[in-house]
């Protein structure tokens, strides 16, 4: 069975909680019995996670490399020096099962343009870019000047990076700009500043940024749990932004299960608005 391609991580508090109770359990010195249950039932997700890496195609070999050299770059000291904005945490990076999924999306639709909204160090971007016709083209957006000249190299290496142009400032400001230019993108995929997803929608369907038959993909749908788990707090933007796009009858969405949930908003289809879906 192959390693998992990025360190373990949790983005489900159910399996958390399950690990606290095992290590209560553990704690109490209850019937070991249990305690190998409760460990057997973890390793079950474990298995499950290796498995759907296993049955799905693997990434590039520049994929790899933004993979490995996210991890492994010194984010702290790149910032400490006042290099690159932030001390970026590496789990960040989209990474290779959510890297196939949009590669899947982007073929199934056949997208010909795709905007890329959350560059980081290109591993969505790139991935999309792969599975997109010659002369077809990813537009990728990020606030931060060091992640372009990190980034640019590993894109001049790929035989698909001449698809990729960066433009870096407030993605906002960026995507009105594109509005502007009148440009249209069969694919818009959000991964930056939840705060502002409300009006990146507006622009996609609102503004015209999405072509008429185009997607809206949105990483992090679940927020670690925090969009769907009880709490007393005001809903924050990333909960207002589910709710915003739930009331919207004039959307088809789904939202799969994938890592932190990844959502999918498109306009209903001439068929569906008949049938008064
Ligand atoms: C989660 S990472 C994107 C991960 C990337 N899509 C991938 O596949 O690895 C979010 C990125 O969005 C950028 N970002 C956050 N807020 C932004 C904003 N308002 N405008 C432009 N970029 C922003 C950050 O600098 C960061 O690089």
Known sequence: MSSPAQPRRRYDPAIEEFQK???RAIAANVDPEVIEGLKRALSYVDMREDYTLECTSQESDTCRRIRET???????ELKEQGKALRDYNPRMLSGPLAGQFLKSLVSGQRARRV???????GYSALSMAE????GGEVITLDMDPFLQQHNQPFFDSSPHGAKISIRI???????????KEGQKFDIIFLDAEKSEYIDYLKLAF????????????????YRHGSNYLPSDSPP????????HVTNDARLHKVLVPLRDGILLIRRLNEVERDAGQ
Do not use: C, K
Not at 131 to 134: I, Q
Not at 169 to 179: I, P, S, Y
């Open 21 to 23: 109770v095992l290590g």
């Open 70 to 76: 996210t991890m492994s770059h010194p984010w702290t």
């Open 115 to 121: 905007l890329d909204v959350g560059m980081y160090t």
């Open 131 to 134: 599975a997109l016709p010659a």
């Open 169 to 179: 400032g407030r993605a906002l400001d960026t995507m009105r700009e594109l509005v």
């Open 206 to 221: 609102d503004e015209g940024l999405l072509s008429e038959n185009g997607t809206i993909v949105v990483d992090n749908a």
């Open 236 to 243: 924050d933007a990333s909960r207002l932004f589910g709710r």
